[in-house]
């Protein structure tokens, strides 16, 4: 058998920066391995009634964050999101809502970024770090390709809109799960009928499978143009690759331009220019 030498600070810390780690979420260290507490011994039968202890209070995430079960905080978002009448009262009733945990762990909301009149509206998956320190979508390397690509046929951040099905940055990255999805949806379905796009683009395959309600995955759905209700009309809606896909895997930019050239011809079937 080997003797592992103890690992010093720095190797510990790279290994968690090559983990993706990169957030504390507790001040102390929880020691997983550390032996269970033991049960207190059992009461003496014959032992005097005592006081009955109060009930523990549910556990809060943060003071002033309510561990709200996830149906009453999906059934809060949508009454939530039902009642914003303006972008400008969404962002506000986000700011506000306490209902999604991600949010004590994220530095903040991230909204949105770029023109709320546009035709074409971008949503992807979640925030990340980039994003989470400047408080706005699409703005590291993933961003800086979909800048790109958006400029290949003639949109900008002036003339697109982009956000993201969830806006609150999910701990070092991970994936958002299931129940933080449900409970974010009815905000980013309030915040497409809001803006009222003509063209919706998807990008990757959890905003395209919560949107659009399939089950296939991005390589099947890509390129296709899905309805989308609105909850006021019916638009076109594009699933495309994520940018940060199209980063790990280069060759699938030409499937990505064939939909960027599709979303820039219904967009110039309508107006005769794509923004
Ligand atoms: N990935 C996303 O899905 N959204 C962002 O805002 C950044 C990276």
């Known amino acids: 058998m080997s003797i592992e030498r103890t690992p010093a600070p720095h190797d510990l810390l790279a290994f968690y920066v090559e983990a993706g780690v990169d957030c504390a979420l507790d001040e102390v260290a929880a020691d997983r391995l550390a032996a269970p507490e033991p049960a207190p011994p059992p009461r003496p039968a014959a032992a005097a009634p005592q006081p009955r202890p109060a009930a523990p209070a549910a556990p809060a995430l943060l003071p002033g964050h309510a561990a709200a079960a996830p149906d009453v905080a999906i059934q809060s978002a949508r009454e939530a ?64 390709l979909l800048n790109r690509m958006m400029a290949a046929i003639g949109l900008s951040r002036d003339s697109a809109y982009i956000t993201n099905i969830i806006p609150w940055r999910p701990p070092g990255n991970r994936d958002p799960s299931p ?60 699933p495309t690759f994520h940018p940060a896909y199209l980063l790990r895997q280069p060759v699938s930019k030409r499937q990505s331009w064939q939909d960027f050239r599709a979303i820039a011809r219904r967009l110039a079937e309508r107006t005769g220019g794509a923004q």
């Open 179 to 238: 129940i933080e999805t449900q409970i974010c949806l009815p905000f980013i379905k309030r915040h497409i009928e809001l803006v009222d796009p003509e063209v919706l683009v998807c990008l990757g395959k959890p905003s395209t499978q919560t949107l659009l309600n399939v089950t296939d995955g991005i390589v099947r759905t890509r390129g296709r143009w899905f309805d989308y209700d609105t909850g006021s009309r019916v638009i076109g809606a594009m």
């Open 81 to 144: 999101a039902r009642t914003a009448a303006t972008l400008e009262d969404l962002r506000a009733l986000m700011e506000g809502f306490d209902g999604c945990a991600l949010k004590v762990t994220a530095s903040r909301l991230v909204f949105a970024d770029g023109n709320p009149q546009a035709r074409v509206m971008f949503v992807g998956e979640a925030p990340g770090r980039d994003e989470d320190l400047q408080g706005l979508p699409f703005v590291g390397r993933s961003g800086q």
